[in-house]
């Protein structure tokens, strides 16, 4: 999961479970109290956002249930801070959390600094063969694995049934339909089609591979951002835009694009499970019936979506790698993630929750695993995160006119090329 790039935030919340102050990855000599029992102090940094935030401190109190000697200490780290936060504490040799709820795109980063402890042979890792093979790959870099996977998505076209019905419009399966649209959309109900995330680049990628390219192809170390398929992709952004099929801005994307949403402004949205809950909450959807959920819209030559997710990570400076392991494997349990699923229709990890008929009976689950399955595998290399600022950038130059398709394209790709020093 990706929920988009944020300006500084508020400090983050702290909630000590033990309701006593503890420092970050300094849970004591911990260990297994006698007879082999836990004990010591986990803090755990939960990047969930706020619709969510309350369903994993619960969770995480869930384990200090199951073992009363261990303390959790809880802290809810805004996505757009924690890849920093964590870094900075990391390097610094204090303050990192004993376990974090990390993004997919980090895991490579953060093990290839040394800053992740391998899980291989460790209780984190629990009945590894029920894991989905493609929540696997983000987990492992160099030959180990440095995460267990907790939560697996990709982006979808959220969309106002009641808004399309007025217009006359089916839901749109390509761009060119879409845009096609727009002006009925605009004409019939006064809402823009299409609330467009300009201010991210994981949002740039359904368009990119809808041109049938990729960032780079990590196979062939070779750099593909600034072929055909790339100026193409930046090409459509633009006419969404100036065709006034879409609505955009550079920042605070994630807040605006939920909020037109919520509030019936813009009929459509390109968005993730983590945003459900948050759309259901608005006005436009107080019949939770009248969200639809629809496959990214394809481009000229395929339809793609990337694949996203959260993986549990354990530091490899963790005074108390014994109850966070066991901390890990409880979070990413087949029980636990049904309870994601059940509360906040996030998507399992885990073959076997899909089995589960609640699971099953979940709308969005029905919608998502097959989305999922067909998702594009993104690059899972230690400089993958990285490239998404030079994208950021060049999209924003595209948006406003600073910068042709074209231009933007050669530069990400030379961006990428400085980057990536043995790619082509």
């Given amino acids: 999961m990706r929920r988009g790039i944020r300006g500084a935030l508020a400090t983050a919340l702290v909630a000590g479970l033990a309701l006593a102050a503890t ?13 082999g029992e836990l004990s010591g102090t986990v803090t755990f940094w939960d990047t969930s956002n706020d619709a969510e ?22 802290v809810n780290v805004p996505f757009g801070d924690a890849n920093a936060k964590f870094k900075n504490a990391a390097g610094g040799g204090a303050g990192a959390p004993d376990v974090m709820r990390t993004e997919v795109a980090w895991v490579a980063d953060f093990a290839n600094l040394g800053y992740l402890a391998p899980l291989d042979g460790t209780p984190a890792l629990d009945n590894t063969g029920d894991y989905l093979p493609q929540a696997v790959g983000s987990t492992r870099f160099g030959g180990k694995t440095y995460a267990a996977p907790q939560v697996i998505d990709t982006l979808a076209l959220f969309y106002n049934k009641q808004l399309l019905k007025d217009a006359g419009v089916p ?46 192809d990590a196979a062939h170390k ?34 605006n694009q939920l909020k037109a949403l919520k509030d019936g402004t813009a009929a459509m949205a390109i968005d993730g499970p983590w945003d459900i809950e948050g759309a259901r909450a608005g006005k436009a959807f107080q019949d939770k019936g009248n969200l639809g959920v629809a496959p990214v819209p394809g481009g000229s030559a395929a339809q793609g979506s990337p ?47 899909y089995e589960v008929p609640a699971v099953k009976r979940n709308e969005m689950v029905t919608f998502f695993k097959p989305a999922v399955d067909g998702a594009v595998q993104r690059p899972w290399i230690a400089e993958g995160n990285s490239l998404f600022e030079p994208l950021k950038v060049q999209m924003n130059k595209v948006l406003t006119g600073a910068a042709t398709p074209e231009q933007a394209a050669k530069t990400v790709g030379d961006a990428y090329r400085k980057l990536l020093k043995d790619y082509r």
């Fill in 307 to 353: 694949q996203g997710g959260w993986d549990l990570s354990v530091y490899a400076g963790s005074k108390n790698l014994q109850a966070a392991y066991a901390f890990v494997k409880y979070m990413s349990s087949a029980k636990v993630q049904q309870q994601t699923t059940d509360e906040l229709s996030l998507l399992p990890t885990r073959k076997s929750v």
């Fill in 53 to 74: 935030k309350a369903t994993y401190r619960k969770l995480a109190e869930g384990f200090q249930k199951e073992h009363p000697k261990v303390h959790v200490a809880y």
């Fill in 23 to 35: 420092g970050c990855g300094s849970g004591g000599d911990g260990g297994s109290a006698a007879g």
């Fill in 171 to 216: 839901v749109p399966k390509t761009v060119a339909e879409l845009t096609a649209a727009a002006q009925k959309i605009k004409a019939r109900t006064g809402a823009t089609a299409l609330y467009l995330r300009g201010d991210d680049p994981y949002w740039f990628l359904p368009y990119l591979y809808g041109e049938g390219g990729d960032m780079v």
């Fill in 222 to 255: 070779k750099v593909t951002i600034d072929n055909a398929a790339g100026v193409r992709a930046f090409r459509t952004l633009k006419q969404l835009v100036d065709s006034k099929a879409a609505v955009t801005d550079a920042t605070d994307g994630q807040e």
